[in-house]
């Protein structure tokens, strides 16, 4: 794990170096425009619930709110209010994404955005060895222990699926 050949280098894995977390990139092919989590789950041949998705959620005007869930479950935006301690959130407008975060869509990692957002991840990941979330940019992800991710980004770990 840890440092790759041709080794590319996004935000979040310049951090992750820098935090010397040990992790093991993937790459995979976004010609075909499919980048929702399940699709690259499939493309990358790895188990959909070991691969979460990172959602950028809005509180009032300007509050946000990082929440990591499984690719293939929904995040319960009750249950996300209430872990943010909000009234209410809503998902982040897709055309904010890059100004808020600094990533596009199909690229948004949880580590190295333009500010440190509260962060949460789905308890479901506590018992992983290792997940799997997106390096900053559509095509490639990265593989880590949930513990370490938690660390690097100070998240918590929370029941926000939708049951």
Do not use: H, W
Not at 40 to 45: C, L, M, Q, R, S
Not at 79 to 105: I, N, Q, S
Not at 126 to 151: D, F, N, Y
């Amino acid at each position: 794990m840890g440092k790759q050949n041709k080794q590319v280098k996004t935000n979040a894995v310049r951090i992750l170096d820098g935090e010397n977390v040990s992790y093991e990139l993937m790459e995979y092919d976004v010609t075909d425009g499919l980048l929702d989590g399940v699709s690259v789950a499939e493309k990358t041949g790895k188990a959909v619930e070991t691969v979460y998705k990172t959602l950028v959620t809005i509180a009032g005007p300007r509050e946000l709110f990082i929440f990591l869930v499984p690719v293939a479950a929904e995040l319960d935006l009750k249950k996300a209010a209430r872990a943010a301690k909000v009234k209410k959130l809503d998902m982040l407008p897709l055309k904010e994404l890059t100004k808020e975060t600094g990533y596009v869509r199909g690229g948004c990692s949880v580590v190295g955005m333009k500010k440190k957002y509260p962060t949460f991840i789905d308890k479901s990941a506590e018992s992983l060895k290792l997940m799997i979330v997106s390096a900053g940019k559509p095509g490639l992800q990265m593989k880590l222990v949930p513990g370490e991710l938690a660390r690097v980004t100070e998240a918590l770990f929370i029941d926000i699926v939708k049951s």
